[in-house]
């Protein structure tokens, strides 16, 4: 294991006219390197893979990764309604240069079921695999042993993106049953990332807008000064938990990127919500409340 | 609107291995031509869509329609997370030589959202589409009300394959609202199939692994003998009722298909469920116990 | 154990005004004493129990209790969000001088939880209690090693009350693992009551509104002759069949059991459906299709 | 309308051996009238509601409304299977002095049906009654346009606890269908309080276990004093939001008020989660990093 830090998960820009806008993609990328993030994260909820055809789903990753060149690893999102098309999808990502693929748990609530679709990936590529354990999004449950079970007996099979509530506690569990051999990563906007740095995680992957607070947290935490983590952390959780609001989040942080010129529109495939001027004004309030801004461009100095 | 019959929604066969069977595949369609079939469905629920990777896909549609050639029209199954994905395999199946798609809906329970998943999916293609309307597997409720409406707005959505209980309520509340824009067809392995011709469905799209029964019912029935129709309803039914079971119904359809001398193995994708010994005693004594046997080729004489 | 054979379980009659109807209660349990029934439940969710407020699920019970006298015993469902509820519905049932209670899992899928779920209510009362384990209406879903386990290690929890697809191979597991510590009950309409029977079921409890029919299978089946409990069941079954629609089921049988002259209404308590004039006339062509009439009162005889 | 301001959700205390436990309810009373709350609300989700049986409710209303005297209105939660049992708990309620009732949709997916549960709640009673909109739990999606209707259409409806997500945006949607009809109360453990009353929220009712910081918001907004309202806000966020983590956040309040010395123990009703000590000097952690201690018996001063 030797993933960690700050994955941000990318959104996929779009045009105008709803295409995948491989430019606005590049500047994303740029951006995460310059801000310092320790590699990127495509095709995750937020990045609206679910909304992608196939052809495109390949047009992303091979950007993403042509633009990060050798600067961080790209891990690929994968979900499919059965192991065959999952195998598919972490195979086109590791011929296309991705670093890992994190993959969404089969629609079938079977302990069995779930072991084997998940070692049926991860004995079918040669990057390491992460769970994405999620039900918010994707229903099936995963308990904290059959997790374990997992990273002790699947071979590929090495992290896991938790955002399973109470996220916390299950944590401690998992590293309990399985101490070395599933790296854990947290994500959830960021809202426990302090304390799950605390628990021993190995960094986040998560659609937050503002990096630089993870970043800031992360490096801080992990250079030994924990006061100033916190600090940072407690500073930008109103925007943290502003952002944060599930099913219109993704609309939240194309607006950001938008206005702070990394992505061309603010376009989202529908059935996705939008945004309206209340919204964006009440945005910005909160923004300018922690101290950053909508109208620079570049990466932002912390305050704390 | 022209379709109409019996269209089998035909198990993906598989080899020992768990490849595509094409040459199975191929004596699936031939069979059911033999049959007197009206047309044919591939990669339904029962066709184990869900568990094949879009090269799989396409191989499975191809082969079925260079098999039917102009024998019957082949409808074509597409289950996807978004309307890009829906569209990316309508678009397939209508360069393949698909008659038409049977679309699952969105995983999203908001019917503005649903209407437009159709109308994109529908505008893509050329080739007419139908609802498939299948909430015990597919969990996205469709009232009868935006059933009707998408029927009656959007151009090129036909047909629904009506699964969803109660289904004969449901059918004539669409009926009823939607009385020329929209034909039913049913489904729920033949479950109610007499009672549907009599509210005016225009056919059937089911597994029910003795089409013959499903044959006989509707000729009889359109040529207007309606009690012999009843009879070999009812002759049937402790068969039809017996292979219905959900979740291992299509165990016992690999298995009949295969003592029929159709298919080559009874390989079901995991994590289909398998049947037993005494299970497959059950089986062959339900299937005697109406006349049929599991020991002879070709298509079989009804009783009734 | 002791308990076996049929088990109706009684729609909840109300007057015109939507008022518990304790004679009509009373009359059902006539009926099913002269069927020959071998006990009656009450509160399942054919009868409504849901819609009751706790007075009237007294009233229920007390009412059926002193019909029956000692003509059979009477079981009582209990549904609740928790265990306090779950106790104090089963002790009240106890004291009314029910036979025993069939208990809805709690709305929590953990397996832990569901162990100490039963395991409080069923040390909480000296009647006997069943699993009832009906997912499509509980979404709590139970294993078979789950059940296995309750039934060994559980005082008291003595039987299953099974209507969980695929039913008959979860019976099979379930027997398998505690052969002789749990009896199994059938339930889902009849719809595979035969094959339960031959798998070792102790009998069913279920709403058909023609119990002569499940009389005559359970009774020929006991006596050995079980081709003459195969031909009952079989002419039966498009009936059966037609009765056992989900969500409209209870709108069947209450119109069935009130043109036999047993319940005086046809009332269901909102949001229950309702069936209109072309449905009465179409269950009343299944029912004369198996030689049954809706027209006589009174215990019918069996053709077959 | 007159019902504004901060009504906490009280936990219901429970003695060491689990019983409710009278003496702690009526100080946790009394800590909610020195903290300047504006009522309080019992039998929500947080106060175990679900896990009491029917005499254990009463008690806790009896309680509830005895100590809180004139003091401020007792809001009860009620939650039911069906209508019947909906109206006996708000009778029940109105019985025993409550000034209004919070009640759960019915566990049916169907506008109209949801719409007749609330109407015939409303109409057997003559306090208010809220809709408690929290589908996480009850699973129920309410429109907004639904939620509009009913506030328009439902005389003694008058509010409507809201915690579906994205709450801002639901919040403004029922706004404009239903201005002066419906009024809002967030929820959400106060995660999004501050834009909830910019948007014209009339308070709140959770169950965050530091109300002074509610009252404090509250406070500062209604008189005038935006900046110093979101200056609180802010401030406390890092709390809120540890708190509010679902499934176990109920264990941290009970945690928080017993080392306030206002509740006696920490049980918790099975399934109920625990916290272990690392957690404890988590959320101690958490509570001085903001400016709290856990140590000191009292209302205490807000910093910002």
Redesign the interface.
């Known amino acids: 294991m030797d993933l960690h830090g700050v994955l941000p998960i990318l959104p996929t820009p779009f045009t105008a006219d709803g295409a995948v806008d491989e430019v606005s993609m590049r500047r994303l990328v740029d951006f995460e390197v310059e801000v310092g993030a320790h590699g990127v994260s495509v095709l995750g909820f937020m990045g609206?893979?679910?909304?992608?055809?196939?052809?495109?789903r390949r047009q992303v990753v091979a950007a993403t990764v042509d633009q990060a060149a050798s600067a961080f690893p790209v891990w690929v999102g994968v979900?499919a309604?059965?192991?065959?098309?999952a195998?598919?999808q972490a195979r086109e990502a590791q011929e296309l240069g991705a670093a890992g693929a994190f993959v969404a748990p089969?629609p079938?609530?079977?302990d069995?079921?779930i072991f084997?679709?998940y070692a049926s990936v991860a004995g079918a590529v040669d990057i390491p695999i992460a769970i994405h354990d999620f039900p918010e999004s994707f229903r099936t449950?995963l308990s904290a042993e059959l997790i374990a079970r997992m990273g002790n007996d699947i071979e590929g099979l090495r992290y896991i993106k938790l955002e399973d509530?109470?996220?916390?506690?299950k944590m401690?569990r998992i590293q309990a049953s399985a101490p070395d051999s599933i790296g854990i990563f947290g994500g959830l906007g960021g809202?426990?990332f302090l304390?799950e740095l605390?628990r021993g995680s190995r960094g986040i992957m998560t659609g937050f807008a503002w990096p630089e607070v993870l970043v800031g947290v992360y490096e801080a935490f992990r250079s030994g000064d924990h006061a100033r983590a916190?600090a940072i952390?407690?500073r930008y959780?109103?925007l943290i938990?502003?952002e944060f609001?599930?099913?219109?989040g993704l609309a939240y942080r194309k607006h950001v990127y938008h206005e702070r010129g990394i992505i061309d529109t603010t376009f989202i495939?529908?059935?996705g919500?939008q945004?309206d001027d209340?919204?964006r004004r009440?945005l910005t309030a909160v923004v300018e409340?922690?101290g950053f801004t909508l109208e620079r461009r570049g990466v932002q100095a912390l305050v704390a």
């Open positions: 609206e893979a679910h909304r992608l055809a196939g052809f495109e979900l309604f059965g192991a065959a098309g195998i598919e089969p079938v609530q079977n069995q079921a084997d679709y449950l509530y109470p996220v916390l506690a401690s809202m426990y304390e605390q916190a952390f407690d959780m109103p938990r502003y609001q599930p099913r219109i495939r529908p059935p919500m945004i209340y919204t009440e409340r922690v």
